[in-house]
């Protein structure tokens, strides 16, 4: 905790106008949030909940039934062809598959995270592993079936200051040193109020600051708590996100039921209250 709040302050006074009231603020931050608590799941029996009930599980679907299991792998997440012909005209289908996504029940403010994903290798389909605020704060792990090689990270925070929604500003791809989007692999989303990494199978891929998410002369860096949500979904709708996940889905070939697998979370605090 000492050296911990030592390097916080040491690094928020070199961004300091005073380093008194710095000190201050650091101090009342770590004392009063009393916002992330340890937490392990590999998703047992029960860990899910559905929409319709409330048992006090870690974790609430926010998809149908049907579109998510949990078992020996953990958390699956379903896609599935959608209902009736699918058509493309413009590079875009006309239906998308159906998709599962998962929250957590309880939230937090900055932690840092392993999500232990295995990923589907469908061009068109996105595999998430995020943390998700209702400010819409968004720190993201994002898996493309059309690009396995290479995994994406993003952040989102909107700023009144924005004219229009930052989609993709601050978005980075990274390639994997092995395997692909199928395998499974170890992601960190080490959060806290000086900077974001994120590492892949321990390695780290990617710092970004406050500094870094300047636009239209204000930050955007997350900085209200998140729930973890996991998901698949398909792009396949409209261009621009079809662009980006490489899609659209060519269910002719496509498999009519994918998998993805969340076989493991975990949230280690940075601090405690
Ligand atoms: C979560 O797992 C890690 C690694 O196995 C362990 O060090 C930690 O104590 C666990 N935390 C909780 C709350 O179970
Ligand atoms: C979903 O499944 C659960 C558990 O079987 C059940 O309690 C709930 O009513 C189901 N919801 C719907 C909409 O079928
Ligand atoms: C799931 O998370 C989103 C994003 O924060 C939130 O808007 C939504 O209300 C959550 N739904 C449930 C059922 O927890
Ligand atoms: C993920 O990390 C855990 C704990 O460090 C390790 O035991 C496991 O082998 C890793 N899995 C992968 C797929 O890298
Ligand atoms: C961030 O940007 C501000 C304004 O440009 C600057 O004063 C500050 O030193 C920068 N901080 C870091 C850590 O780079």
Redesign the pocket.
């Given at each position: 905790m000492f050296v911990l709040g030592a390097i916080v302050a040491l690094a928020a006074c070199a961004r300091a106008v005073t380093a008194i009231a710095h000190e201050r603020v650091a101090h009342n931050r770590l004392a009063s949030t009393p916002t992330c608590t340890p937490f392990n799941s590999t998703f047992p029996k029960g860990s899910v909940d559905f929409r319709q009930t409330s048992t006090g599980a870690p974790f609430i679907a926010i998809s149908p039934n049907g579109s998510w299991d949990v078992g020996s792998n953990g958390l699956e997440l379903f896609m599935s062809k959608p209902e009736g012909p699918v058509t493309t005209s413009d590079g875009v289908n006309s239906q998308l598959g159906n998709g599962a996504t998962v929250n957590s029940t309880f939230t937090f403010l900055y932690g840092k995270v392993?999500y232990?994903v295995t990923g589907v290798n469908t061009p068109g389909i996105v595999t998430a592993a995020i943390l998700i605020g209702d400010s819409h704060d968004e720190l993201d792990i994002e898996l493309l079936g059309g690009d396995p090689n290479n995994w994406q990270t993003n952040v989102f925070a909107t700023n009144p200051a924005d004219p229009a929604p930052l989609v993709g500003a601050f978005g980075d791809t990274q390639p994997y040193q092995a395997?692909d989007v199928k395998?499974?692999?170890?992601y960190t989303i080490d959060w806290n109020e000086e900077r974001v990494i994120w590492s892949?199978?321990?390695q780290q891929v990617r710092t970004l600051g406050p500094n870094d998410t300047m636009k239209n002369g204000v930050t955007h860096y997350p900085a209200s708590p998140v729930r973890l949500q996991m998901g698949v979904w398909d792009g396949s709708s409209p261009q621009g996100t079809c662009e980006w996940a490489k899609g659209p889905v060519e269910w002719t070939t496509a498999p009519s039921l994918m998998t993805a697998y969340i076989?493991s979370v975990s949230v280690e605090c940075p601090y405690t209250a």
């Open positions: 392993t232990v395997g395998d499974t692999h170890n892949v199978d321990g076989n």
